[in-house]
Structures are given as structure tokens and as C-alpha cells.
T-cell receptor
Framework: DSGVTQTPKHLITATGQRVTLRCSPR?????VYWYQQSLDQGLQFLIH???????AKGNILERFSAQQFPDLHSELNLSSLELGDSALYFC??????????????FGPGTRLLVL | AQSVTQPDIHITVSEGASLELRCNYS??????LFWYVQSPGQGLQLLLK??????LVQGIKGFEAEFKRSQSSFNLRKPSVHWSDAAEYFC???????????FGKGTKLSVKP
């Protein structure tokens, strides 16, 4: 158990809908990262928040957004869902970003299926 | 651009045999390198990491990896594989100022009894 929690574990929805994925980082961690894992793209970095502020963006679609709240939990919002958004979404946390050397601890993921 | 290549998509080894999973990276500065393992239906678990110093690093579950700057490689090894090692293995490099990880496509390991 990494100490990172994600809810829900599974999510099935229809095209055009909107969903929210939730992540609680390890106690004491200020950084939260979101990654998408799909068969064709592999593990792709989406977005990074540090202590409530957006730190970096990766391959995140405009239909996707995220935020980190004062209690440090984070939510990833996916809207106007398409079939291709079906994937496993991981959250990871670390104490703070340190030029890529900080160990990131991953949650169990949320498996999203868009029908 | 920074990238990680894992040349082997799928490897099958017999239980008790040795294992080497290959990883090559492309990164302009000193790389921070990681190996993660993902069991079916699970998240990613850190096996080991390299930041600096000794180029042979030890990890959990009996794994080790060797950093070779001249070959831009960070191969993962285990002297004797157990059936419970069957999983997917990901090599990653820390992406500098952004803080995120850049992952390879992964190598799926199957273990024959």
C-alpha cells in the first residue's frame, strides 16, 4: 500500500458525459501528479500540482482539467468524454518536486470505460 | 527530447532463471532513473532508483539495476526469478524541472514453471 488513495476504482460512463476522479496523496506529500495509461499511448503525464498550484502540464486535453484543494487532495475532471478516453488514470504523490529526482508513489488507479 | 525505450515488449523466463530487462534513455543532463513494477490490477510500485554515485543500485524483491552512461542504459536484473515476479515492468526518467516521470512502454514478464 503506497498510501495514495484514488476513488472510484472503476467508472463506466457514456460518450459526452463528464466524470470526476479523486486522489488523496500520502500524508505530508505536497505534490500530486496525474498520469493516463492506455494500450496505445502507454503511461502519459497529464498534469502536476504542488501545494495547490498548477506546476506543469503534459499531454492533457483541453476537455480535461484538474485542481488541488487546500487539504491537498486533487480531482481530475474529464468532460465531453470520447471512446478514446477509456484508460487507467493514475495519481502519484511526492513530498515536493525536485528536478525529477523525487520518488513518486502511485495510487491503485481509476479504470475509466467510456461506452 | 527526453525519452525512454524498452526494446522488449514481452519476455518469458523459466522460474529460477536469471532475468535482464533492458532500458535505454535519452536525456540531456544527469538522468534520474527509476524502475517500477505493475502487477495486474495494481498501481505502480517502485523497485529501485538511481540518482548518482554507485552505478549498481539495489532494490526491493532482489532486483538490481546498473547505470551505464556510455550506453545510456539502465538495465534491470534479477539472478533467480520467482513466479510472483510475473508483472509488467516500467523504466522511467525524471523529467527535470517539470518534476514528472517519462515512462517507457513497459516489458511484460511471464514466468514458466
Amino acid at each position: 500500500d503506497s498510501g495514495v488513495t484514488q476513488t472510484p476504482k472503476h467508472l463506466i460512463t457514456a460518450t459526452g458525459q463528464r466524470v470526476t476522479l479523486r486522489c488523496s496523496p500520502r500524508s505530508g506529500d505536497l505534490s500530486v501528479y496525474w498520469y493516463q495509461q492506455s494500450l496505445d499511448q502507454g503511461l502519459q503525464f497529464l498534469i502536476h500540482y504542488y501545494n495547490g498550484e498548477e506546476r506543469a502540464k503534459g499531454n492533457i486535453l483541453e476537455r480535461f482539467s484538474a485542481q488541488q484543494f487546500p487539504d491537498l487532495h486533487s480531482e481530475l475532471n474529464l468532460s465531453s468524454l470520447e471512446l478514446g478516453d477509456s484508460a487507467l488514470y493514475f495519481c502519484a504523490s511526492s513530498v515536493h518536486p525536485d528536478r525529477g529526482r523525487e520518488t513518486q508513489y502511485f495510487g491503485p488507479g481509476t479504470r475509466l470505460l467510456v461506452l | 527530447a527526453q525519452s525512454v525505450t524498452q526494446p522488449d515488449i514481452h519476455i518469458t523466463v523459466s522460474e529460477g532463471a536469471s532475468l535482464e530487462l533492458r532500458c535505454n534513455y535519452s536525456y540531456g543532463a544527469t538522468p534520474y532513473l527509476f524502475w517500477y513494477v505493475q502487477s495486474p490490477g495494481q498501481g505502480l510500485q517502485l523497485l529501485l532508483k538511481y540518482f548518482s554515485g554507485d552505478t549498481l543500485v539495489q532494490g526491493i524483491k532482489g532486483f538490481e539495476a546498473e547505470f551505464k552512461r556510455s550506453q545510456s542504459s539502465f538495465n534491470l536484473r534479477k539472478p533467480s526469478v520467482h513466479w510472483s515476479d510475473a508483472a509488467e515492468y516500467f523504466c522511467a526518467v525524471g523529467a527535470g524541472s517539470q518534476g514528472n516521470l517519462i515512462f517507457g512502454k513497459g516489458t511484460k514478464l511471464s514466468v514458466k514453471p
